[in-house]
């Protein structure tokens, strides 16, 4: 039901108090607008939402007249585009009021013409525009100081922005910062802990700090999930390095954020933690936690990524959905192994993209994945005829750390 997908919103219905049918300090519209704003909406867009619906007062009254905040809050999701059949299903309530509300619940971070410069004159970003869905695994990559860090720290209010502006979930991070930065999880290269506090008080504090109410039993479940409850007790300086990383991710997950931030969250760990790891992401957007990670594990972004973004000295070079990507700048070979090893690549087949083996055993042809036709056939029937039989083929395609190492020479 993807009312109870959207970040937070069941809980919400629980805080808007309505007497005989009707919110309480309020009419109509500041109840859209509060309901929306639960659901990470912009005040533009709740307006929107307001002046989209058809006799918007008379359908609302209808909804909720009797029926209490569960009804009324039904009645303004379908309005927000969230019910995918454009109403609450008993014919009081009006449809979606268009593409442009659904997009805004799509976009859960809007980056618009970011730049940072810091005072030493390095330009960190240059006006990097970047949308982010909701509920996606969004992988940025690029070499070292390429501004992944610094881009990330923005959006979380860590670092403060040379111009441009950034929302999360609708909200502005300077104008509306505390709503902003609730939402968020940040997970940081560094190990950045109190030594001397236990394992359990520093998740419990870190929870606190966003005005969380004490829940014992997530914090326990979520620490059970990273493999620390057995040492919850712990001072934080006992602990190994593997164990202080799952730590940064328990502090960042202690106030149910709607987004996770992970930057290189599996630097100087083990094998077995970096599965384990995988798979708190896998069951995190399972959720609809929408999770934004820097790695410089290649593989880590080619399996769990859904979309791509490469960045370099600071400009983003390109975003791309992953398979998309691969599809595109991809490249396929096809690789034959040549019973008589050649000299060199004859005359006749001077037309194909062909590179012979040092030893002259192998002929390797590179083409297109775009290509209407791959030419594949046309190249084994000139072998034939110039008489270079093969005992056996196969076929690989570009990985996505050879594409990325690709984008960022191209880049520089």
């Known amino acids: 039901m993807l009312i109870g997908q959207a970040g937070g919103f069941t809980g919400a219905a629980q805080r808007i108090p309505v007497r005989g049918g009707r919110r ?3 009419g109509l519209r500041q109840s859209c607008a509060q309901v929306c704003g639960r659901l990470g909406l912009s005040p533009e867009t709740a307006d929107n939402v307001w002046e989209s619906a058809a006799q918007p007062v008379e359908n609302c009254r209808r909804a909720a007249s009797g ?9 303004w999701a379908a309005t927000a585009g969230l019910s995918g059949q454009g109403g609450t299903g008993d014919g009081h309530c009006p449809g979606s009021p268009g593409s442009a509300i659904v997009a805004a619940m799509q976009t859960i971070i809007a980056v618009a013409g970011l730049c940072k410069t810091y005072a030493s004159g390095f330009q960190a970003l240059r006006s990097v525009s970047l949308d982010i869905r909701h509920g996606e695994i969004f992988a940025l990559l690029g070499p070292n100081g390429a501004g992944k860090t ?3 720290s923005i959006i979380c209010g860590i670092v403060r922005a040379s111009s441009g502006n950034v929302r999360v979930g609708g909200h502005d991070i300077v104008a509306d910062y505390r709503a902003a930065r609730s939402m968020i999880g940040l997970v940081p290269q560094e190990l950045t802990t109190d030594a001397f506090e236990s394992v359990w008080t520093t998740v419990s504090f870190s929870r606190g700090l966003f005005g969380k109410r004490a829940n014992p039993q997530y914090l326990e479940k979520l620490l059970r999930d990273l493999s620390l409850w057995d040492r919850k007790d712990s001072r934080i300086r006992t602990l190994s ?4 990383r799952r730590l940064l991710i328990a502090k960042a997950l202690s106030h149910e954020p709607q987004i996770l931030f992970l930057d290189e969250p599996t630097a ?12 708190l992401v896998r069951a995190l957007k399972a959720t609809g936690v929408t999770i934004i990670l820097t790695t410089h594990y290649i593989d880590e972004a080619e399996e769990m990524a859904d979309r791509i973004g490469v960045i370099s000295k600071g400009e983003l070079i390109l975003v791309e959905e992953k398979a998309e990507l691969m599809r595109k700048l991809g490249r396929k070979q096809l690789t034959l192994q040549l019973q008589q090893p050649l000299q060199q690549i004859p005359p006749a087949l001077a037309a194909y993209r062909l590179d012979l083996s040092r030893d002259g055993s192998e002929l390797t042809y590179t083409y297109d994945t775009q290509g209407e036709r791959s030419g594949i056939l046309a190249l084994l029937e000139e072998l034939s005829a110039a008489g270079i039989a093969f005992r056996d083929l196969h076929t690989t395609q570009s990985s996505l750390e050879e594409i990325f190492v690709s984008l960022v020479k191209e880049g520089q």
Do not use: E, P, S
């Open 24 to 26: 309480i300090g309020g």
């Open 67 to 75: 029926k209490g905040t569960a009804r009324l809050l039904k009645f």
């Open 150 to 152: 610094t881009l990330i």
């Open 241 to 244: 390095g593997g164990m202080k």
């Open 268 to 279: 100087g760990v083990d094998v077995n933690l970096r599965r384990d790891m995988w798979q």
